[in-house]
């Protein structure tokens, strides 16, 4: 897919909360410390925090380098659309992106609506912008995904599931540093994961999510792009997959022919757990954090239910940091907490 | 304008009183005031009171303790400036009296707090910061005045410790008052000892949740004598203002209200601060004590608490503060604090103060701050001779 | 529950927009329309940038109700670089490294809910500046 007019990226920013669950946390509790632990640790977001939260420091990141970009000539007001895709957004019904657009001066002027595809929520968002922005009708978009994930105590995904995410304002090339060159969706009705209304927790399918979910649909996503490209994975300097534990990337990304240098980069789940919605796109920006002009990079997120979108960046310009915090500003930044206190900030807790 | 003088007081004990409404304790301190008075009729009753709304379920409190003492028909109204409430109460029933409209005025302060639990109570206390500003941002009331004996120590240079001597001064004289929610005395261990509330305020820097009731009754000084054989003359009634919240302040760590008001209360009685025999102040929180006794021009600024290091706040010191115990031991039932300092300043002056009577007693001043300093009432007795 | 009463406020809590007086320069937060230097009127809206340092603070272990499931928590009045005291929680911190004068930057966090059934209610809080070391 490619848009009628060039879109690009004018600005990113990504977000990770302070505190760190170490797996070993998790196993010590429910296996007496015998599990092969998926992860080192996850990130867990604080009392304060949900997605809103979250999305608005990647947004206000995502809008300080986009008026880095194009010097005195930003205005919040030209952002058309505000998309928070999320599976764990703050309410059931209402909106969390009109939080997001309030607080970054976009209202009232503009699109604003949450996403909800499992983790491809946030590619969802981003897919959609460079069709609102590629076909003229908003200058700007700003695509965050961002979740607080969730996972029922003793569960193999209470090692993983992590938070934290990224904003991508995409606008017009000529303002932009990096250009989206092309995307693919790959979907299909493929009930890996779930979770029913009113259910605190998701349901998994346990083998069944690896090879007829994830890995079909980010080999088959990833695959299309590479042939509408007329590219293979040597064509391009990183490869970002959606990173639900360490194995899987990996192995999807060496599937399809990258290997551990165009992988490295982008990263993350070891040191913050699956990001879910916001998984792939922060490995992107821990990517653009270090990118130089003429970089290709793959991008292809994994929703359960199941999709995939792939994309293909191209590094135009030198992206100026300028003291904007980078992805691993906040990844280094971390407090260990214990089984006890990862409890409490869950809400997992019955008080009353 | 007339001379107002106060011919009786009456007070129930503070404490927890689980047994008693807030109707039933104003009316045990209005009578009680109204028998030391020596007067059957009233012309009007003042009910100070900060949150019978929120903590006792029930607003209107004029007309139901009017009602409920058996004075239905006489003039009734609740007066509301947090915990300045009783003391903006005894400045609305002087006014009538001096105004000449009234000649015998009641004047109340009542709070019912213990029918609630702790985080309502304290949501309650709240409601004396701004609602939108401080409050809606989790501070409790305690936590405002931690602000600022936080900022005191570090422009001064003061340790916790160095406030210890307000609590203990006040639980020493506590131990002589029968009307005071605490009679022990504490010692500077506990104090460094006790747990925090709102760091660096501990408990033992904090006045006690209560029930309380306190009442005195005013008339025209002329004709006072008829009816009191000590009557007790208002030399000065005042109430200054200042913003509600502590960022709004010119400098917060200046008690901008209770200097006006203690400033005014000297020009009406036409004497100083060193004129002042003893003083009731608002010790609702140890850092409350030495602002109020800087603003009211006992020490200068920053020197307040050396005031409590020094033994000039003992019953026999240069300036003898909370001589029945004060907020901290006496207790601090909110809107009901003002009336108490008034009663126990006119006690002091008619010398029945019992154990706890200072020597020499002539000009007796009490002040009453709302909030963090937003409303303060300053009032000056004394003993007619 | 209150609605009326939070979405009022929404600039101030989620942009921290005050007012500048037209009259004396002086900014003003929270906005009050009379100026406090100069006592004229002062409606323009003003975004500050949410820079400012430690005044004071205190921790607070016995919490009003609708804030019992945060504590401890640390409060404090933040001298804002453009002028005005601010009175709002710090986050992302532990208590034990507050500082008075120690620099701190607005963030966006959840203040409380309104009730089990109510709104969210979003607010400016005060965290440690945060330098960028990767670049």
Not at chain 1, 77 to 86: F, P, Q, Y
Request: with cysteine; glycine share 10%.
């Amino acid at each position: 897919m490619r848009s009628n007019i060039p879109v690009g990226i004018v600005g990113y920013g990504s977000y990770v909360p302070r505190f760190r669950l170490p797996a070993q946390e998790v196993s010590d509790l429910w296996t007496d410390g015998n599990a092969v632990l998926p992860v080192r640790e996850k990130s867990v977001p604080g009392l304060d925090e949900d997605v809103a939260t979250m999305s608005i420091e990647a947004a206000r990141n995502a809008l300080k380098r986009a008026r880095i970009m194009i010097p005195g000539q930003f205005n919040p007001k030209d952002i058309g659309a505000v998309w928070v895709g999320s599976e764990s957004h703050p309410y059931a019904v209402k909106p969390t992106s009109t939080i997001v657009a309030e607080s970054i001066g976009a209202t009232p002027y503009t699109q604003a609506a949450d996403w909800q595809f499992a983790c491809k929520a946030g590619t969802e968002a981003f897919q959609a912008s460079i069709g609102f922005v590629g076909s003229g009708m908003a200058k700007y978009a700003l695509a965050i995904g961002m979740d607080a994930a969730q996972g029922r105590p003793g569960d193999a995904l209470e090692y993983t599931a992590g938070a934290g995410g990224a904003a991508y304002l995409l606008g017009p090339i000529s303002d932009s540093f990096v250009e989206i060159e092309a995307s693919v969706s790959y979907v299909n009705d493929t009930p890996d994961f779930w979770r029913r209304q009113y259910e605190k927790f998701p349901e998994h399918a346990g083998r069944f999510t690896g090879e007829p979910a994830y890995f079909q649909h980010v080999t088959s996503a990833a695959q299309a792009l590479f042939e509408g490209l007329g590219k293979g994975a040597r064509d391009f300097d990183y490869f970002v997959c959606h990173q639900p534990n360490t194995r899987f990337p990996v192995k999807a990304g060496e599937n399809l022919g990258f290997t551990m240098d165009q992988m490295a980069a982008g990263l993350l789940v070891n040191d913050i757990g699956n990001t879910y919605a916001g998984s792939c796109l922060i490995g992107l920006t821990a990517v653009l954090d270090k990118c130089k002009p003429g970089d290709r990079i793959m991008v292809v997120s994994f929703g359960s239910g199941a999709g995939s979108d792939a994309f293909s960046l191209k590094v135009t310009r030198l992206p100026s940091h300028n003291g904007v915090l980078c992805t691993h500003d906040y990844v280094r930044r971390r407090k260990v907490i214990d089984y006890a206190q990862y409890t409490r900030l869950k809400g997992n807790y019955r008080l009353t | 304008m007339r001379d107002v003088s106060i011919i009786g007081v009456g007070q129930i004990p503070v404490a927890e009183h689980w047994d008693k409404s807030i109707r039933e304790m104003g009316y045990l301190a209005l009578s009680a005031a109204m028998r030391n008075a020596k007067v059957t009729v009233l012309d009007a009753l003042y009910v100070g009171n900060m949150l019978s709304g929120e903590l006792a379920r029930q607003e209107h409190l004029g007309a139901l303790i009017a009602d409920f003492s058996g004075l239905r028909g006489v003039e009734a109204v609740k007066i509301e400036a947090a915990c300045a409430s009783g003391g903006a109460a005894m400045r609305m029933g002087y006014m009538a009296v001096a105004s000449g409209l009234c000649n015998f005025v009641a004047v109340m302060g009542v709070e019912k707090m213990t029918d609630q639990q702790g985080p309502d109570i304290t949501a309650g206390l709240a409601m004396a910061a701004d609602g939108d500003y401080e409050a809606l941002h989790g501070l409790s009331f305690v936590s405002i005045n931690a602000l600022l004996m936080r900022r005191y120590m570090h422009e001064y240079g003061y340790t916790k410790g160095d406030f210890a001597n307000f609590a203990i001064n006040a639980h020493a004289n506590g131990v002589g008052n029968p009307n005071a929610m605490f009679r022990a005395p504490i010692t500077f261990k506990a104090f460094s000892e006790a747990k925090s509330v709102a760091d660096p305020i501990n408990l033992l820097d904090s006045s006690p949740i209560a029930d309380g009731a306190a009442c005195a009754i005013l008339a025209p000084t002329a004709i006072a004598s008829e009816f009191s054989d000590k009557p007790i003359r208002v030399r000065a009634s005042s109430i200054a203002t200042d913003t509600v919240s502590l960022h709004d302040r010119r400098e917060p760590l200046w008690l901008e209200a209770a200097a006006l008001s203690a400033s005014r209360a000297y020009d009406m009685a036409g004497v100083r601060a060193s004129d002042i025999s003893f003083f009731e102040l608002h010790d609702a929180f140890t850092i409350m004590s030495a602002l109020s006794l800087e603003a009211a021009g006992f020490a200068a600024r920053g020197h307040g608490v050396r005031m409590a290091q020094d033994g000039s706040i003992g019953r026999t010191g240069k300036l003898p503060i909370t001589t029945m115990g004060g907020l901290k031991a006496r207790g601090h039932p909110v809107g009901a604090t003002g009336m108490y300092q008034i009663a126990e300043v006119a006690l002091q002056l008619r010398e029945e103060a019992g154990p706890n009577q200072i020597a020499n007693a002539s000009l007796g001043m009490a002040q009453n701050i709302g909030g963090s300093g937003a409303t303060v009432v300053t009032t000056i007795l004394e003993r007619i001779k | 529950m209150e609605v009326s009463r939070f979405w009022r406020t929404t600039k101030q809590r989620y942009q921290l927009i005050g007012e500048v007086c037209g009259h004396c320069g002086t900014k003003i937060f929270p906005p009050r329309d009379v100026c406090p230097s100069c006592d004229l009127e002062a409606k323009t809206p003003f975004e500050f940038g949410g820079k400012g340092e430690v005044f004071s603070y205190s921790t607070i272990h016995q919490a009003p109700a609708g804030f019992e499931k945060y504590v401890p928590y640390t409060v404090a009045l933040v001298k804002l670089e453009e002028g005005p005291l601010i009175t709002a929680q710090l986050t992302d911190v532990d208590e034990c490294d507050v500082k008075i004068g120690m620099p701190v930057e607005m963030v966006t966090r959840a203040l409380r809910e309104d009730g089990e059934r109510g709104m969210l209610i979003y607010s400016y809080k005060f965290r440690p500046v945060m330098e960028s070391k990767s670049i």
